[in-house]
């Protein structure tokens, strides 16, 4: 079976830091691209970040640059998003998704290949 879960959300002051993880089983991320999103209540879904193992691209979301950091650990088939420097805007549902053989960032949300549960991320001014 196809999985992906995302695990790492919670409630953190602003300036603090979370690293969510992205746990892939029944398939591994090679030829990829695997992106981050989130959804603040009320707001659209909008692409945070994302890594590609097909062409080795990556995208920031503007909001995020310079506080979010995509990483990989392929020995474990997990992908992390290491968040600092929080704001109270960053408040969302953060899922992770990947669509296969694409480059970043991931722009048809409707051609995501799969997708996880979902993590909760409340940053407390």
């Known amino acids: 079976e196809v999985q992906l879960v995302e695990s790492g959300g919670g409630l953190v002051q602003a300036g603090g830091s979370l690293r969510l993880s992205c746990a892939a089983s029944?398939?591994?991320?090679?030829?990829?691209?695997i992106g981050w999103f989130r959804q603040a209540p009320g707001k659209e879904l909008e692409g945070v970040s994302c890594?590609?193992?097909?062409?080795?691209?990556?995208y920031y979301a503007d909001p995020v640059k310079g506080r979010f950091t995509i990483s990989s650990d392929n020995a474990k088939n997990t992908v992390y998003l290491q968040m600092n420097s929080l704001k109270p805007e960053d408040t969302a549902v953060y899922y992770c998704?990947?669509?296969?053989?694409?480059?970043?960032?991931?722009?048809?949300?409707?051609?995501?290949?799969?997708w996880g549960q979902g993590t909760q991320v409340t940053v407390s001014s």
């Open positions: 029944g398939f591994t991320f090679d030829a990829y691209a």
């Open positions: 890594a590609s193992n097909s062409d080795g691209s990556s």
């Open positions: 998704a990947v669509r296969y053989h694409r480059s970043c960032p991931i722009i048809d949300i409707n051609a995501i290949d799969y």
